[in-house]
């Protein structure tokens, strides 16, 4: 069994794309111009847990001040995924997998970094990357997804392209391809309807602006929702959804958040971490117990390997499943078949879970994690577990705005577009151009531009 993975939470809001040249088109930027003021990412109105985020208007040529990088002054780049003007760049989304790390840069261009020992980095890639680098021939890119030896993107055109390990179909080929580093493959074409794209353990999912959930490659747990055990090459349809507003995915599991304020999840429960009330495997989406009342609305879920979280419209954190290690975060080490509050303080705006611990962003301010700690993965300068929540040293400046969290590290994308990781890495998943693990948050080197 491949190791573990689990899901990265992110938070987006509509991007506002500058209208500086109206309806006058294009300009090239001149050197009196400085461009935007503002180096921030793309703005928080909403939650989400999958790599699309909430609905975001397409850029558009009409409104924004430039159309390439080639119409900036070097250094400054096109920022087609913030506000549509001249500007440095910054990273905008960032989705971590167990050894490797992947980022969007505010120009639609990809960056990755880490371990590629499957071709997860890449297309004709070699060799592990302790430092981003950016992903050849990946241009206008809106988000991305990475999985077991697996990365996908989701393009402004609707076009989705996935690379890396496919013996099992995770890259939505429609034949198997029984080697690393496989062919660059498209799921879903440009002009497809899809809006968030999700990775987990040798499958992929995708969830479209009807509502609906499609899902390919590996089946043995009912992972891919259509209430069969048979692995597919090409998307099927997730049972039992039909008004989605956002996805997310742990190893043999996946989950959905629904329109109407509540969860549900599919696939392997063998540790409660469907909240089904029971061990038992969902073959079809159903609903999470423990999540009652108008106040418990869910705004965002985080499934992993192990338990799942759920953030609801009141700013509280609940979770359920394998508690072995506190990662909960109630205190206790007790499994649960259904929803339990965690201690994070009601004021979360944000939560994603990883193996055996759980982090949170608070308020905006700070963030914080509680359960397994051996590596580093909480964030407070220890390498020990905490049954309680304890606050990640980030420097006193940054604001979070989404998470991301993976088998052994998190990595945290600040207003600014700036990205911090912390926790395991074993094959430079952290960035930093090492491979020691760290206890605290290393910044990832800004995006250099080709």
């Known amino acids: 069994m491949p190791p573990t993975i689990h899901v990265a939470l992110f938070l987006f809001g509509p991007i506002l794309l500058s209208a500086a040249c109206g309806a006058s088109g294009l300009r090239k930027q001149t050197a009196g111009d400085a461009g935007p003021t ?45 506000d549509g003007d001249c500007g440095p760049a910054v990273y905008t989304q ?4 167990d050894t490797h790390t992947c980022a969007v840069v505010s120009d639609g261009t990809l960056r990755c970094w880490g371990g590629n020992g499957l071709g997860q980095l890449g297309p004709a890639t070699t060799g592990n990357h302790l430092v ?31 690379w890396g390990y496919n013996v099992n179909g995770s890259l939505g080929c429609f034949a198997p391809v029984a080697s690393n580093n496989g062919p660059l493959c498209t799921p879903f074409t440009a002009g497809s309807t899809v809006e968030e794209i999700i990775a987990g353990a040798e499958r992929g999912c995708a969830r479209l602006a009807n509502g609906t959930v499609q899902c390919w ?68 989406a159903t609903l999470v117990y423990g999540i009652d009342g ?15 979280c759920v953030l609801l419209a ?29 201690q994070f303080p009601k004021t979360a705006i944000a939560v994603a ?28 300068g220890t390498f020990a577990q905490s049954l309680t929540p304890v606050t990640v040293v980030l420097p006193e400046a940054v604001s979070v705005k989404s998470l991301a969290a993976r088998y052994n590290h998190v990595c945290a994308l600040s207003d600014e577009g700036r990205l911090w990781c912390w926790g395991a890495n074993s094959a430079g998943q952290l960035g930093n151009g090492t491979t020691s693990n760290s206890g605290v948050p290393v910044e990832v080197p800004a995006p250099t531009v080709n």
């Open 38 to 82: 503002s180096t921030g990412g793309v703005s928080l109105t909403g939650g989400s847990t999958g790599s699309g985020g909430t609905t975001r208007a397409l850029p558009d040529a009409a409104t924004n001040a430039c159309a390439t990088n080639s119409d900036c002054l070097s250094p400054m780049v096109c920022n087609i995924n913030t």
């Open 94 to 97: 960032v989705d971590v997998a």
């Open 132 to 162: 981003p680098f950016q992903i050849p021939d990946q241009q206008g890119v809106r988000s991305v997804a990475t999985g077991w030896g697996n990365t996908c993107v989701l393009l402004w055109s609707g076009q989705v392209n996935c």
């Open 217 to 284: 490659g590996r089946n043995d747990h009912y992972d891919l929702g259509d209430g069969t055990k048979t692995t597919s090459f090409s998307p099927v349809v997730a049972l039992g959804i039909a008004d989605a507003t956002a996805i997310a995915t742990g190893l043999w599991q996946a989950c959905a958040v629904i329109a109407d304020g509540t969860a549900k999840c599919w696939g392997a429960n063998e540790r409660g971490q469907l909240g089904n009330g029971t061990l038992a495997a969902n073959p079809v």
């Open 294 to 308: 108008i106040a418990s609305r869910v705004v965002s879920v985080s499934p992993t390997e192990d338990h799942s």
């Open 314 to 342: 009141d700013a509280s954190v609940r979770c359920f499943g394998e508690n072995l290690y506190g990662g909960l975060g109630d205190g206790k080490t007790v499994t649960t078949t259904v929803a339990v509050t965690s």
């Open 353 to 380: 879970s990883g193996a055996k611990s759980t982090c949170a962003i608070i308020g905006g301010a700070s963030v914080q994690c509680v359960g397994y700690g051996a590596l580093g993965q909480l964030g407070n």
